[in-house]
């Protein structure tokens, strides 16, 4: 199947996206968007390292959302990119004068793209101006952190979006649909991987900027699939964590972590994360009837494939995704406009953040770590 | 790469079998075998069920060995066989009776191809009938039992060999000769799978016969396996055990297994097992140069694939070893031929199914679950 996002939003419109996941699952999802009315959503960008790169270019492509304002620590870079994507002079904050976009009107929400131990602090300040907050996941570097973004946000009376872009994702959400509507049969577990060989110097690897190791920044791709492909929550963990190389890199994080967890249903699931070695994001389903996988967590190139025993016989599946980054990010950022425009709560609020914190702290307690609290 | 027999037996009269893995591993590994000289090893059969016929047919294809004797309860269905192999009535034997092929002179070795909880009682009967002993795998469903077979085959002077098939077979060499050989670089961690939807009824489902659940018969493919790639013996274990289905099915034994281990270098291992899903057997290994993946536990279809980061460039691999049933059922006769007639301890002894056994029941203690004692 190969499917573009135009198809898809008119699937949407004729009322079949809506339908993609049968109702009184654990989450919700996206509801096919009404025609966009009114002005576009300006986004102010907190942090312009990488992946705020991919988050301007899906909003130039989205027809919803604008970048009207930047806040960055480098001027000269800051400068480059306002230019690039129409953003006045005016609009460009550094760290420490950024509450001043309180007062700018063309600024409704911001994109928090800062290291992991930085996302509480700005998610609050942005609030705190009375800006609807998009944050990149993990959510934060402690429970306790997430547990005061989500209550600055309430008390602001601003919608809080954590940035789990494979949630608006086509690939994901027939997967999701396929193993929640049964076509597996009753699933028994699951395995998943996600990791890469991180390079010395990168700030991952600085515990007082990520907050800990593989887990946090890739493993949480295995563990939150895990939880939408169920729509359970789990209910036991149990892990390790170790380090292999000596070579500098892990002094403050650790290089590996593998863990088994346990949904109510009695659905388990078998995950690692690394930082040490080429490890393509994948995970499998295994069901009574068959087994379904998705390839790649990334920005791109998702790939389900399937085989499984359907009521005509034998099905097998093999669809490529087709669509280009920054496509997941239009339609994340699409996502959140359209819940800033109606008011309603976005498909992966500030509360899904949490429950991943919580989970990966239960993992790194399992392996007899005490962290994230 | 597809490498048929003639040609691997001839790499290893070459002697480049013999060099496949390199020497100070944990386990040694079969050598080039000289010319066959002599008669061949005759075999009796112990229980003619679906793994004897295999074993059966892969004696017939071999040049080494022999089916000199039958055991069964079933006179009719052993008279049928006999004539097929071309055994004489007067070396079938019942169960009861079976003690009486000491006198027997044509059979060298039995095959133990019993439900599980009676490989000890048979290795142990025939260690004293003064036969070396072929025993399938899990060797047995106690620590105990597999310690006592160990002592009764030294105490009877004959030689004792699990059948992990495996070990013998060119894709996992070819696997373990790359995972060891540092092809892919540091390891860090692996992944395996191993299950099928197992039908009412059948033995396996029956603890009395089986000694447990999935673990033990194809659980132990992934166990062994993180064993064989790394030539490490695991230090650490954390698992869970579960069943979903109400169905009747696991009244005495759970439906899943999923569980984490641990190495002593801190290579990890995430696995899981299953009676209720469709799981084909696969592993996944990653370095930090690349990945390697084998598809397949069964009796044919190894499927080798690999992209990692060689000294001239990337490397892909797609490698079907296209060898059918019963190929792999001679050369594990073959290998326990040549034991018999050189003297030599077979590569994956008593010891090895010893500590498949005690590993198991490492895991089962961590889900809470006294077993296998």
């Known amino acids: 199947m190969r499917i573009s996002r135009r198809e898809f939003s008119r699937l949407g419109a004729l009322g079949v996206a809506a339908g993609l996941v049968p109702r009184g699952m654990a989450h919700g999802w996206a509801q096919a968007a009404a025609p966009w009315a009114g002005p576009k959503v300006g986004y102010c960008v907190i942090g312009l390292g990488r992946i705020a790169d991919h988050f301007m270019r899906g909003v130039k492509g989205s027809s919803t959302s604008t970048i009207t304002g930047l806040v960055s620590g480098h001027r000269e870079k800051a400068e480059r990119i306002a230019a690039e994507y129409g953003v006045p002079r005016s609009s460009i904050y550094s760290y420490e004068d950024m509450d001043r976009m309180r007062e700018n009107k063309a600024i409704d929400a911001v994109y928090v793209a800062l290291p992991n131990s930085m996302h509480a602090e700005y998610t609050i300040r942005s609030a705190k101006a009375g800006k609807q907050v998009l944050c990149e996941k993990p959510m934060s570097t402690s429970v ?3 547990k005061a973004m989500i209550a600055a946000c309430e008390q602001a009376k601003v919608l809080l979006m954590i940035a789990y872009r494979l949630h608006y994702e086509p690939t994901t959400r027939r997967a999701i649909k396929l193993v929640r509507g049964g076509a597996l049969g009753q699933v028994q577990s699951m395995v998943s991987a996600n990791g890469f060989n991180e390079s010395a110097g990168e700030w991952r690897l600085d515990k007082a900027l990520s907050g800990g190791g593989p887990l946090l920044d890739v493993g949480i791709y295995c563990l939150n699939a895990m939880r939408y492909l169920t729509g359970e929550e789990p209910a036991k963990f149990s892990g390790y964590v170790s380090t292999i190389d000596k070579d500098g890199r892990f ?4 290089e590996n972590t593998s863990w ?3 949904f109510p249903s ?3 699931a078998s995950c ?13 389903v295994y069901g009574a009837k068959g087994w379904l996988q ?3 967590f990334g920005y791109e190139g998702l790939r389900l494939t399937a085989e499984y025993r359907g009521d005509a016989g034998p099905v097998k599946l093999d669809e490529l995704n087709t669509e280009k980054d920054p496509e997941q990010f239009v339609r994340q950022v699409d996502h959140f406009s359209e819940c800033i425009r109606t008011g309603r709560t976005p498909d992966t609020p500030g509360e899904e953040g949490l429950r991943d914190m919580e989970y990966m702290q239960d993992i790194y307690r399992s392996a007899g770590v005490v962290a994230l609290v």
């Not at 002094?251 to 650790?254: I, L, Y």
């Not at 690692?272 to 499998?284: I, K």
């Open 144 to 146: 306790k952190d997430a």
């Open 251 to 254: 002094a403050t994080v650790e």
């Open 260 to 262: 088994v967890m346990q």
């Open 266 to 268: 009695g659905i388990q």
């Open 272 to 284: 690692t994360t690394t930082y040490g070695a080429q490890m393509p994001g994948f995970y499998r």
């Open 294 to 296: 998705v390839d790649e």
